[in-house]
């Protein structure tokens, strides 16, 4: 039993392992429950006793964050009856020791932090039989978590240990704590509420929540910080029950609603200003402010907001746009101008809007520095830290004219027209110097409210959105929210009142109103918004490679942290031709780190190199951080004596690497590797790579033109030959996409943006400097039958009159020599050529008896030929090395600059083919360097690998150049000086060139791999489409391609065919698809990735396509009500056909009686006939089912009419529909009368013929015609009379089928109900 005026953990008793002590309120294993993470410790009071007869010293140990206080003011200050409540003590389950302690919380806020935080005790001397109070102190500290969306604050376990010795004897204690931050949030997140345009008298109510987002309960308080009433009269908070409301307790994960009644007795205007404080923790607290505007009476509202009435932006990292629509309607009969205006907590944000009409398309966003990327989505919506930190209570609002004043300093500005690129849109676009350059910073005239933000013009029932742009300005490292989130509310105001004119009206003068203020109608936006700064650390800042031999790659390591709650974004600057790192942004998660490899490989002697790395926080600017990279180059294996005879250019830059950078696995990259002889001798370089890495990436040389003589060689003939041959029958996507579009909008309007003039436009030209540009003209080249804008790879035709040549010239084409010889190429002065006729034929091409040009040169027309070709497939191959994108670009004008983009890279990756296949590209094995002459080395990466085998994030390779032949006795450079001669090439080591690249996935998935339209009918349109999935971060590029045969003619893709999804997106390309032939459909349709080859994809197209219907029937089933046997029907149905094709058709029409299985349960049968002398008692018009949704239609709004009293529209509707069906009799759909004569032919085309009695006929119906037949049935008995069930539904048929075609028949069935005679 506890003892009267102590807490309940004083009846615990134990004893140490000899017994000399003896220990209360202190479990060996306890587990101290409910503690909150706020900063502040916990106390659990416990007394040792000395149970010898001899003075002892007890030595206390701890471990974890846990110390003993002999004296603790707070627990001393305790009553007697608050210690008895202060302690909750659960004992434990059997087969178990531990013991579960729960203080008291609300007694331990009353408690100074001041004496928790003084020292505590290592040791303490007890007298013989004497008992000492002490108090265990534990204090948890928070754990790093991140932030976001639906972040759950759970339980911590956090461990400690306490050990009691007093000389042999001892006593352990192990401590297990569980732990929680307690966290008060509000819904809505603005915490704002604002009343516009109040009426005096009239009670308004808004709702409000608080809520515990934590999973441990906790007390809150709600108390009036500043107001312009004091009394309070007219605002109520009330809870569920309607009870005032100030305060409570909330359990874990539950919320409170708050019920905020405002009734006005006064004109005027109304604030408060509310803290809502967690009394479990002093930071967790939330502001939220309500303000009303009271008038005398109620006014009609000019504008409405149709969005929604509070903003919130969310996480937002600074540095990056965030942007949200809003939008207004003016419900008025007048213009009104509506003025925009911010007021609140706004320091460090910088905010633009852009005002458009409803429906037009959103502004772009700003166009990003070229050295600074723009940030992928997955990099913004990366997990984050969540943040206690609230709105500056410094910046309290006020009802006062200076209102604005009083906030932090805002950078607004406003635009009107979307035209700007400035203007950012959409959720994460980076902020450029481009786009803060346009940022003008607002002065707030003095006396005036705010400034103005932005003002437009809203026309009579017109929408208006305005899109309203934040960015948040990076704080310094000093600064107290450094890394963390902080919330910062701040209202848009919009005044809208009466346009005088046509133009919005200038601001009136600081201190002045004008009458259309004063009658100002006010709409109030809350916006909130957490802003994070991210900052990073780099380590070490120093890097020492020492001692690097040229020609020798040694790698160290940069470790870069993210301090902050947000994702950071960095990025590595350098300039340097020894040190490489990567240079792509890298992508740091919250209180994460990255380790970026630094390669440093020399290639000349350098006793003092020194070079500095800097690491650019791509968000925060301010954060860039420099690290200095030393070295020291040494030559002992003598490579650099490489530099005596050749450089290596990248492109013009000497260098001992090439990177390639970002590179999708399965895709082909080039780079140019110039080989510059430095010496006035020739050089002999044989070319190798690891064996390892020979089937990632190759090195090719160009073919050279002419030989040392200047005659044109062997090699550049055959390319001549071979290339525009190769080009006319690859199997590109300009001739293999030849299909039927069904659809007008599959060619391009001559309107459309044509792709950009490119050397992919095959064309012969005469020589011309590099300085003149890689772009030839693409007019010769242009294939007819494909869409407009865009060129294909049909660069040769054929002449159609061709003149017998040996066989050592066919392939040159020249003309008859009694002829005026003809050039091939003619270049007109504007530098334009006509189209080229001279291809080889398949025979030069296969003949092996073709002679070399050394044997029988050229004419001089041939020459320009040859070296025409070979001219334009070097400038082919300077567009692929300058224009090939790994990482394709996202923003285009329009969809069609899109499609000639992707286009234009599917003909680049295809002529790399074309230039290995024709020659022009050669395996490099041995390069040979005339005197002073460049010669250039191509290097293709392609690096293998599938998404189930992840490849390494780097590549890194070499390439190996030996000097086979080169000089001895000279120096390259001079005439005079001597040089060691050395024997052999042997005695110089072979010098190693370095290639990397970092790696990237480029996987390309589909929505659905089988598309199953279902049954259709031939020439039947439906609309499908296909979903193109990017699971990887980097953009994709897909081409969709049809097989090409009959039936793929039948798919017509409404979109392009060609497009980029951005990373981890997905897209929808529709395409309508119309059968022309009947049958069971399946067709593929293949999805490829242009970047991996590896990575397409392909989707089935299945559907049942049966043949159009000859004819229609109305209705396949006809009642007839409750009949007799043996009597015919009362009722007369109507059978109604329509000839469905452009041709006249002849049907048979005839009654069917059911086969004898199918009576035993009936017994009665239906007989059809078809009387002639009843046609009267048709119905004058057959409708088709067009006239029918019409008539039911206007039906429906005859009845609207009829309901809202509005005899003219009443009037209007009865005309229309009397006029639909029809008020002359003995007439069908055409107006086609019914012959009920034999054989009497029809004046309007419709004939009809009784066959057999009056149970068969047929009929001819013209061209879309249409025939109402009558019908009567008669039942007839299959048996006894006795069997007939009474009530029963008797049925017969019809069959209706053409004279000449038995297979298509249709059914009708006859119902009736019949009714014994009594």
Same mark, same amino acid.
């Given at each position: 039993m506890a003892s009267k005026g102590q807490p309940a953990n004083y009846a615990l008793v134990w004893r140490s392992a000899e017994g000399r002590l003896s220990v209360r309120g202190l479990p060996p294993r306890v587990h101290l429950d409910r503690v909150y993470t706020n900063g502040l410790h916990a106390l659990v009071p416990f007394w040792i006793a000395n149970e010898s007869d001899q003075d002892v010293t007890v030595e206390l140990t701890t471990e974890g964050p846990l110390k003993v206080q002999q004296q603790n003011a707070n627990w001393s200050a305790v009553s007697a009856a608050q210690r008895e409540t202060y302690v909750d003590v659960t004992t434990a389950p059997a087969g178990k020791d531990e013991v579960t302690m729960v203080c008291s919380a609300t007694i331990q806020r009353e408690f100074s932090e001041v004496f928790n935080q003084l020292g505590g005790v290592s040791s303490i001397r007890l007298a013989a039989q004497a008992t000492a109070e002490l108090v265990l102190l534990f204090v948890a500290e928070a754990a790093e978590t991140d932030s976001g969306d639906g972040q759950r604050y759970e339980y911590e376990t956090h461990g400690g240990h306490v050990t009691l010795r007093a000389g042999t004897d001892s006593y352990d204690v192990a401590l297990r704590a569980s732990t929680c931050r307690s966290v008060l949030e509000m819904e809505p997140p603005t915490s704002r509420i604002y009343v516009d345009d109040c009426v005096i008298g009239r009670t308004y109510e808004r709702t409000l929540r608080v809520r515990n987002a934590s999973a441990i309960g906790l007390d809150w308080t709600m108390t009036v910080v500043e107001t312009t009433d004091p009394s309070l009269s007219a605002l109520q908070l009330l809870d569920s029950d309607m009870r005032s409301l100030s305060g409570g307790h909330l359990g874990a994960r539950s919320d409170t609603q708050v019920l905020v009644r405002y009734t006005p007795h006064a004109a005027g205007e109304f604030l408060s200003r509310f803290l809502v404080e967690n009394s479990n923790d002093p930071a967790s607290l939330r502001y939220w402010v309500f303000r009303a505007r009271v008038s005398q009476r109620q006014k009609p509202r000019r504008v409405e907001l149709l969005s929604d009435p509070d903003i919130s932006f969310g996480d937002c990292t600074s540095g990056v746009w965030?942007?949200?629509?809003?939008?207004?309607?003016?419900?008025?009969?007048?213009?009104?101008?509506?003025?925009?205006?911010?007021?609140?907590? &706004?320091?460090?944000?910088?905010?633009?809007? =852009? %005002?458009?009409?409803?429906?037009?398309? /959103? $502004?772009? !966003?700003? #166009? *990003?520095?070229?050295?600074?990327?723009?940030?992928?989505?997955?990099?913004?919506?990366?997990?984050?830290?969540?943040?206690?930190?609230?709105?500056?209570?410094?910046?309290?609002?006020?009802?006062?004219?200076?209102?604005?004043?009083?906030?932090?300093?805002?950078?607004?500005?406003?635009?009107?027209?979307?035209?700007?690129?400035?203007?950012?849109?959409?959720?994460?676009?980076?902020?450029?110097?481009?786009?803060?350059?346009?940022?003008?910073?607002?002065?707030?005239?003095?006396?005036?409210?705010?400034?103005?933000?932005?003002?437009?013009?809203?026309?009579?029932?017109?929408?208006?959105?305005?899109?309203?742009?934040?960015?948040?300005?990076?704080?310094?490292?000093?600064?107290?929210?450094?890394?963390?989130?902080?919330?910062?509310?701040? &209202?848009?105001?919009?005044?809208?009142?009466? =346009? %005088?004119?046509?133009?919005?009206?200038? /601001? $009136?003068? !600081?201190? #002045? *109103?004008?009458?259309?203020?004063?009658?100002?109608?006010?709409?109030?936006?809350?916006?909130?918004?957490?802003?994070?700064?991210?900052?990073?650390?780099?380590?070490?800042?120093l890097l020492d490679f020492g001692s690097v031999d040229v020609g020798t790659l040694k790698s160290l390591y940069l470790r870069v942290e993210n301090l902050s709650q947000v994702a950071a974004t960095v990025q590595c600057k350098l300039e340097s031709k020894v040190i490489t790192c990567t240079r792509a942004p890298i992508t740091i998660a919250p209180q994460q780190s990255v380790s970026v490899r630094v390669d440093s490989y020399p290639r000349r002697v350098n006793a003092r190199y020194r070079k500095q790395i800097i690491v650019r926080n791509i968000h925060n600017r301010l954060n860039d951080s420099v690290v200095e990279v030393r070295s020291t180059h040494v030559d002992r294996r003598r490579v650099a004596f490489h530099n005596l005879f050749y450089q290596t250019l990248v492109p013009a830059n000497e260098q001992n690497f090439v990177d390639f950078g970002l590179v999708p696995l399965n895709a082909r990259s080039l780079r140019r590797v110039n080989l510059r002889n430095v010496c006035r001798c020739p050089l002999a370089i044989e070319v190798a790579a690891d064996a390892a890495d020979a089937g990632a990436f190759s090195a090719y040389t160009v073919v050279p033109q002419r030989d040392a003589t200047g005659r044109l060689t062997d090699a550049a003939c055959q390319v001549a030959r071979c290339l525009p041959l190769l080009e006319r029958q690859a199997a590109m996507h300009s001739n293999i996409e030849k299909f039927k579009e069904r659809t007008a909008g599959a060619t391009a309007p001559k309107s459309a943006t044509l792709p950009p003039r490119s050397s992919l436009c095959p064309v012969a030209v005469a020589p011309v400097p590099r300085a003149a540009g890689l772009t030839l003209q693409p007019d010769m080249f242009i294939d007819k039958s494909v869409e407009q804008g865009h060129v294909c790879l049909m660069p040769f035709s054929r002449p159609r009159n061709r003149t017998v040549l040996p066989p050592s010239l066919e392939y040159l084409d020249i003309a008859p020599a009694t002829a005026k010889r003809r050039n091939v190429v003619r270049i007109r002065g504007n530098g334009n050529s006509d189209i080229m006729a001279a291809v080889p034929p398949e025979s030069a091409l296969l003949s092996s008896e073709t002679p070399s040009n050394l044997d029988m040169l050229p004419a001089e027309e041939d020459v320009e030929m040859i070296v025409s070709v070979i001219e334009r497939a070097e400038q082919i191959l300077d567009e692929i090395i300058e224009r090939l994108d790994m990482i394709p670009q996202t923003l285009f004008a329009s969809p069609e600059a899109e499609n000639a983009y992707v286009r234009r890279q599917v003909d680049l990756h295809k002529y790399i083919d074309l230039l290995v296949e024709s020659g022009f590209l050669r395996p490099a094995h041995h390069v040979r360097l005339t005197a002073l002459g460049t010669e250039s080395l191509i290097v293709i990466l392609q690096p293998a690998g599938t998404p189930d085998k992840p490849a390494p994030l780097r590549f890194d390779a070499n390439l190996y150049f030996k000097l086979v032949d080169r000089p001895g006795d000279l120096l390259p450079f001079t005439d005079s000086a001597a040089v060691v001669s050395f024997a052999s090439a042997d005695q110089l080591p072979v010098r190693r060139f370095l290639v990397q690249a970092a790696l990237v996935q480029s996987e390309l998935e589909l929505g659905?791999?089988?598309?199953?339209?279902?049954?259709?009918?031939?020439?039947?349109?439906?609309?499908?489409?296909?979903?193109?999935?990017?699971?990887?971060?980097?953009?994709?590029?897909?081409?969709?391609?049809?097989?090409?045969?009959?039936?793929?003619?039948?798919?017509?893709?409404?979109?392009?065919?060609?497009?980029?999804?951005?990373?981890?997106?997905?897209?929808?390309?529709?395409?309508?698809?119309?059968?022309?032939?009947?049958?069971?459909?399946?067709?593929?349709?293949?999805?490829?990735?242009?970047?991996?080859?590896?990575?397409?994809?392909?989707?089935?197209?299945?559907?049942?396509?049966?043949?159009?219907?000859?004819?229609?029937?109305?209705?396949?089933?006809?009642?007839?009500?409750?009949?007799?046997?043996?009597?015919?029907?009362?009722?007369?149905?109507?059978?109604?056909?329509?000839?469905?094709?452009?041709?006249?058709?002849?049907?048979?029409?005839k009654s069917l009686l059911a086969s004898d299985d199918g009576l035993s349960d009936v017994g009665v049968v239906l007989e059809a006939r078809f009387p002639p002398d009843i046609a009267a008692a048709l119905p004058?018009?057959?409708?088709?089912?067009?006239?029918?949704?019409?008539?039911?239609?206007?039906?429906?709004?005859?009845?609207?009419?009829?309901?809202?009293?509005?005899?003219?529209?009443?009037?209007?509707?009865?005309?229309?529909?009397?006029?639909?069906?029809?008020?002359?009799?003995?007439?069908?759909?055409?107006?086609?009368?019914?012959?009920?004569?034999?054989?009497?032919p029809d004046p309007t085309g419709v004939q009809i013929r009784r066959l057999v009695d009056d149970t068969q006929l047929e009929v001819e119906l013209p061209p879309g015609g249409d025939v109402s037949i009558p019908v009567v049935v008669t039942a007839k008995l299959a048996g006894p009379k006795a069997d007939i069930n009474a009530g029963a539904n008797a049925l017969g048929t019809l069959v209706v089928h053409e004279v000449k075609d038995k297979d298509n028949v249709k059914l009708v069935t006859l119902a009736a109900s019949v009714a014994l005679d009594q």
């Open positions: 965030y942007s949200r629509d809003i939008r207004f309607k003016n419900v008025s009969d007048t213009p009104v101008v509506m003025r925009l205006r911010v007021e609140g907590n &706004t320091a460090g944000l910088t905010m633009k809007s =852009a %005002v458009r009409a409803d429906g037009a398309s /959103a $502004p772009e !966003p700003n #166009t *990003a520095d070229a050295d600074t990327p723009i940030p992928t989505l997955s990099e913004l919506v990366s997990s984050r830290r969540p943040s206690i930190v609230d709105d500056n209570p410094s910046d309290a609002l006020t009802a006062t004219d200076d209102v604005g004043s009083e906030g932090g300093s805002a950078e607004l500005s406003s635009r009107v027209t979307p035209a700007d690129d400035s203007t950012p849109a959409g959720d994460g676009v980076r902020a450029g110097e481009s786009g803060r350059r346009f940022v003008a910073r607002a002065r707030a005239a003095r006396g005036h409210k705010a400034a103005l933000f932005d003002e437009m013009l809203i026309k009579p029932g017109a929408v208006r959105t305005m899109t309203l742009s934040l960015l948040g300005n990076p704080v310094s490292s000093t600064s107290v929210s450094a890394g963390q989130f902080e919330r910062q509310s701040f &209202t848009l105001f919009g005044e809208s009142s009466t =346009a %005088v004119g046509t133009q919005p009206t200038a /601001a $009136p003068p !600081p201190g #002045t *109103a004008s009458n259309s203020e004063r009658n100002a109608e006010r709409l109030s936006i809350p916006c909130t918004a957490n802003m994070c700064t991210p900052f990073v650390r780099v380590v070490p800042p659905q791999k089988s598309i199953n339209v279902g049954n259709m009918q031939v020439d039947e349109a439906c609309r499908k489409y296909l979903v193109i999935q990017n699971r990887s971060e980097t953009p994709l590029m897909y081409a969709i391609r049809k097989t090409g045969s009959i039936a793929s003619g039948d798919i017509c893709f409404v979109d392009s065919r060609y497009g980029i999804v951005r990373g981890f997106d997905s897209r929808k390309v529709v395409f309508v698809f119309s059968p022309s032939l009947h049958g069971a459909y399946s067709e593929q349709i293949s999805i490829a990735n242009v970047l991996n080859a590896r990575g397409g994809k392909k989707a089935t197209l299945k559907a049942a396509v049966r043949r159009q219907s000859k004819f229609y029937i109305q209705s396949l089933r006809l009642e007839f009500g409750t009949l007799a046997p043996g009597r015919p029907s009362a009722d007369v149905q109507v059978l109604a056909i329509k000839n469905m094709t452009p041709k006249t058709r002849h049907l048979i029409v004058a018009r057959l409708l088709d089912r067009e006239t029918e949704e019409k008539i039911e239609s206007l039906e429906q709004k005859l009845k609207i009419a009829v309901r809202k009293n509005r005899p003219e529209k009443v009037e209007k509707y009865q005309a229309k529909l009397a006029k639909l069906r029809g008020s002359g009799s003995g007439g069908n759909g055409n107006g086609d009368n019914i012959q009920a004569a034999d054989a009497v």
